[in-house]
C-alpha cells in the first residue's frame, strides 16, 4: 500500500520495462561489436535478471516451508516469470549469435548447452508441480532448482561466448548502462509478478 492505495503493480511494470527499451537504444556501439551490443545486452540483462529472479523465488520457497504460507502464491508466480524470462533471454539471443557466428543456435558451445538443458528441466518442473499439485513439494522443487541453475550458471564453460564483454570493454559508461538495463528488467519482472499475484488472491 501507499498513501492508502494499492501498488500499480501492472503500470510499474509497463514503465520499467519502457526504462529497459530506452538504455538499450541508448546503448552507444561498442568498438568490436558495433550496434550489435544492443542485442547482447538485451539476451544478458533478461538471462541475468532471470537469475536473479529465480533466487528471489529459492528465498520465497525457503519462507513458506518455514511457516509463511502467504509466499506460497509469490514463489509460483516468480517461478513462472524467472522461467519465462530464461526462455526470451535465449531467444534473443539467436540474433546476435546469428550475427556473430553465423547460426541461431550453436550447439556447441557449452553456454549453450546449459541454457537448453535450464529449459528443459524447467519445464518438467512445471509440469511436474502442476501435475502434483502439493504446495510443499513445489516449494522444495522450486528451491532445488534454483541452486541447481545457479551451479550450472557459475559452472559452466566458454568457448565461443565471451567471458566477460562487458567488463572488458574500454568503455567506462558501457557497465553502468548495462547494470540500470539488468535492473530495469528486474524490476519490471517483479512488478509484473506482483500484478500476476494481485490476480490470482483476487481469484481465489
Request: positive net charge.
Given at each position: 500500500?501507499?498513501?492508502?492505495?494499492?501498488?500499480?503493480?501492472?503500470?510499474?511494470a509497463?514503465?520499467f520495462?519502457?526504462?529497459?527499451?530506452?538504455?538499450?537504444?541508448?546503448t552507444?556501439?561498442e568498438?568490436?561489436?558495433?550496434?550489435?551490443?544492443?542485442?547482447v545486452?538485451a539476451?544478458?540483462?533478461?538471462?541475468?535478471?532471470?537469475v536473479?529472479v529465480?533466487?528471489i523465488a529459492?528465498?520465497?520457497?525457503?519462507?513458506?516451508?518455514?511457516?509463511?504460507e502467504k509466499l506460497?502464491v509469490?514463489?509460483?508466480?516468480?517461478?513462472?516469470?524467472?522461467?519465462?524470462?530464461?526462455v526470451?533471454?535465449?531467444?534473443i539471443?539467436?540474433i546476435?549469435?546469428?550475427i556473430a557466428?553465423?547460426?541461431?543456435v550453436d550447439?556447441?558451445?557449452?553456454?549453450t548447452q546449459?541454457?537448453?538443458r535450464v529449459?528443459a528441466?524447467?519445464?518438467?518442473?512445471?509440469?511436474?508441480?502442476?501435475?502434483i499439485d502439493?504446495?510443499?513439494?513445489?516449494a522444495i522443487?522450486?528451491?532445488?532448482?534454483?541452486f541447481?541453475?545457479?551451479?550450472?550458471?557459475?559452472s559452466?564453460s566458454?568457448?565461443?561466448?565471451?567471458?566477460?564483454?562487458i567488463?572488458?570493454?574500454p568503455d567506462r559508461i558501457?557497465p553502468?548502462?548495462?547494470?540500470?538495463?539488468?535492473?530495469s528488467a528486474?524490476?519490471?519482472?517483479?512488478?509484473f509478478?506482483?500484478y500476476?499475484?494481485?490476480k490470482?488472491v483476487?481469484?481465489?
Amino acid at each position: 500500500m501507499i498513501f492508502g492505495r494499492k501498488i500499480p503493480y501492472l503500470l510499474l511494470a509497463i514503465l520499467f520495462a519502457a526504462l529497459w527499451l530506452l538504455l538499450l537504444f541508448l546503448t552507444p556501439p561498442e568498438r568490436t561489436l558495433g550496434a550489435v551490443l544492443r542485442w547482447v545486452f538485451a539476451h544478458g540483462s533478461l538471462t541475468q535478471a532471470a537469475v536473479y529472479v529465480f533466487l528471489i523465488a529459492a528465498l520465497t520457497a525457503a519462507g513458506y516451508l518455514l511457516g509463511n504460507e502467504k509466499l506460497f502464491v509469490w514463489m509460483t508466480c516468480l517461478g513462472v516469470v524467472a522461467f519465462s524470462l530464461w526462455v526470451l533471454g535465449f531467444l534473443i539471443s539467436m540474433i546476435p549469435a546469428k550475427i556473430a557466428w553465423g547460426v541461431l543456435v550453436d550447439f556447441g558451445e557449452p553456454r549453450t548447452q546449459m541454457t537448453l538443458r535450464v529449459i528443459a528441466v524447467g519445464a518438467v518442473f512445471l509440469v511436474l508441480t502442476w501435475w502434483i499439485d502439493q504446495p510443499k513439494f513445489t516449494a522444495i522443487a522450486q528451491f532445488i532448482f534454483a541452486f541447481i541453475l545457479l551451479f550450472l550458471v557459475r559452472s559452466t564453460s566458454l568457448v565461443r561466448h565471451p567471458a566477460n564483454p562487458i567488463g572488458e570493454s574500454p568503455d567506462r559508461i558501457l557497465p553502468l548502462i548495462y547494470l540500470g538495463i539488468v535492473f530495469s528488467a528486474v524490476l519490471s519482472a517483479l512488478s509484473f509478478t506482483g500484478y500476476l499475484v494481485e490476480k490470482r488472491v483476487g481469484n481465489d
